[in-house]
């Protein structure tokens, strides 16, 4: 099950925050076995983030995946992100998006290894 955390320090309407689900969903299936069927995803707009201790027009994006993806999908699913946000969100000074993979998962209480 892959995680996908966004904040963002532009407010982001309801709306946007349904199409931003929608197309971050599309876009983990770049990742091999993975899709919005089993992808849990958090946003958050109007976040305060800093960058050098000043005030940020910034958006943050964290990607957990069990198990590792290919180098070359990751690249990919990078470009593909930084899209989905600039189209809905407009111009970001700094757009950082961090991709974490892990050996061990559970879910429902069941461990799982990749």
């Not at 590792?68 to 930084?82: I, Q, R, S, T």
């Amino acid at each position: 099950m892959p995680y996908i955390s966004v904040k963002s320090s532009k407010a982001i309407s309801a709306e946007q925050e349904d199409r931003l689900q929608k197309e971050i969903g599309r876009a983990i299936e770049i990742i091999p076995g993975k899709d919005i069927d089993c992808t849990m995803t958090r946003i958050e707009g109007g976040c305060r983030l800093f960058m050098s201790g000043k005030p940020a027009n910034a958006t943050f994006c964290e990607v957990r995946l069990l198990g590792e993806a290919p180098k070359d999908a990751k690249k990919e699913l990078v470009g593909e992100l930084y899209k989905v946000f600039t189209a809905e969100l407009g111009e970001i000074d700094s757009l950082y998006i961090n991709i974490q993979q892990y050996p061990e998962w559970s879910s429902g209480g069941e461990y799982i290894e990749a």
